[in-house]
């Protein structure tokens, strides 16, 4: 990252950001539209000139469809069909418009999929990526989970050339936000400037509704249609759930989680609940039985942010630099979770315990806010010293 010796502070309160992102999601159902939102907030809070351009405004109608056009148009023109799902002409006009010259002083792509429109912008603009994931490494994971031999073989050809189209991105863009430290790491050398953001947030964390179940309720909160969190309830549903002896309900909140409202009488659904209070309300302790993903369980963040005991896969708390916890029980085996979740002392401590405020604090908006705009600002100062 650059340094900020002495950049010119009305440069930077006077420039125009434009943010790409994918798709409008209002009411933040699912992490990784809680984190653009917490990104953008920040900058709205630093420039007075910040606007977001989605791909799509409004749901994607016929995704099935959408995906098997996308992953056809990817065996022709090269591309990764995960790119080519977001692929819009009407879109590309509205970002052309958006970005055209003289018009933004930075451009921000949100996901990787969004740099498809990299080519667009004015040349005198810079831009960042928003890299919510190790893209490559989630989807390569993703094949080696399937066990339909011609399905692995397509996809492992579109993961080759998703590695292509990261590296490429990585390499014009050349300025990448990463969610963790140990991604940012691990990302191409050709990166010209990386910074690691963790997830934040703002609000007044949570009060729980029903104390005295404390100890016999566990809770998950996500977005069931994200496959990592499907695998996740799955794996907890077939392996641990049905050993379980101890006296506890499961709750399972989030898009899709009715799916599983006949598979356990121990499981209550809920599907979507817009009111924080009411999704992390119903439990002090967290579970996150997470095997796969990348970057950072935003969910997971969510918990220690609002105070909420865990339970979780190695897994699901990587990524996060946390301090060794009472309140945070890694879990890495299935006899592990049996055994903790059999042992109602063990629960009942969980369930009064809260994480350390350094903890805490990592997901505070007002500490990672402060280093974002200034990675911004030093890009900024960058582009006008040179130009």
């Known amino acids: 990252m650059m340094k900020a010796d002495n ?11 434009i943010i790409i992102s994918h798709v409008k999601d209002e009411v933040g159902s699912n992490g990784g539209s809680v984190y653009t939102r917490s990104v953008v907030d920040i900058l709205k809070g630093a420039f007075s000139d910040v606007q977001t351009v989605y791909v799509h405004e409004n749901p994607i109608n016929f995704k099935k469809l959408r995906i098997v056009a996308a992953f056809f148009g990817a065996l022709v023109s090269g591309l990764p069909a995960k790119a080519l799902y977001f692929l819009s002409y009407k879109a590309a006009r509205r970002i052309k418009r958006a970005t055209a010259v003289g018009r ?11 740099s498809l429109y990299s080519r667009l912008i004015g040349w005198k603009a810079r831009a960042i990526l928003i890299q919510h994931n190790d893209e490559v490494k989630l989807h390569a994971n993703r094949v080696d989970e ?63 509704r029903n104390a005295s179940r404390a100890g016999k309720d566990v809770v998950f909160i996500g977005n069931m249609n994200w496959w990592p969190n499907a695998d996740a309830i799955n794996w907890f549903v077939n392996e641990v759930l049905s050993l379980i002896e101890n006296d506890i309900t499961v709750h399972v909140v989030g898009h899709g989680s009715h799916r599983w ?42 918990a220690i942010y609002n105070g909420r005991a865990l339970i979780a896969t190695p897994q699901a708390l990587r990524g996060i630099p946390f301090e060794k916890d009472e309140a945070i029980a890694v879990m890495e085996s299935k006899s592990e979770w049996v055994d903790c979740l059999n042992d109602p002392l063990r629960l009942e401590e969980l369930a009064q315990a809260i994480p350390k405020d350094i903890n805490r604090d990592l997901f505070r908006r007002s500490l990672g806010g402060k280093s974002l705009v200034e ?13």
Do not use: M
């Not at 990675?375 to 130009?387: D, H, S």
């Open 375 to 387: 990675y911004v600002e030093n890009i900024l100062t960058a582009r006008a010293i040179q130009g």
């Open 261 to 302: 409202n006949q598979s356990n009488p121990r499981i209550k659904t809920y599907g979507f609940v817009e009111s924080r209070e009411d999704a992390w309300g119903i439990s002090p302790i967290f579970i996150a039985p997470v095997r796969l993903g990348a970057g950072v369980n935003i969910k997971v963040a969510e």
């Open 146 to 208: 399937l066990k339909w031999r011609l399905g692995r073989s397509i996809l492992a050809s579109d993961v080759a050339r998703l590695a292509k189209f990261q590296c490429k991105a990585f390499e014009q863009i050349k300025n990448v936000i990463f969610l963790s430290a140990d991604e940012a790491a691990a990302a191409d050398g050709t990166i010209a400037n990386k910074f690691t953001l963790l997830p934040s947030f703002d609000y007044q964390p949570a009060r729980l």
């Open 104 to 114: 933004a002083d930075l451009v921000i792509f949100d996901h990787l999929e969004t």
């Open 7 to 17: 950049f010119d502070k009305s440069i930077c309160s006077s420039a125009r950001l």
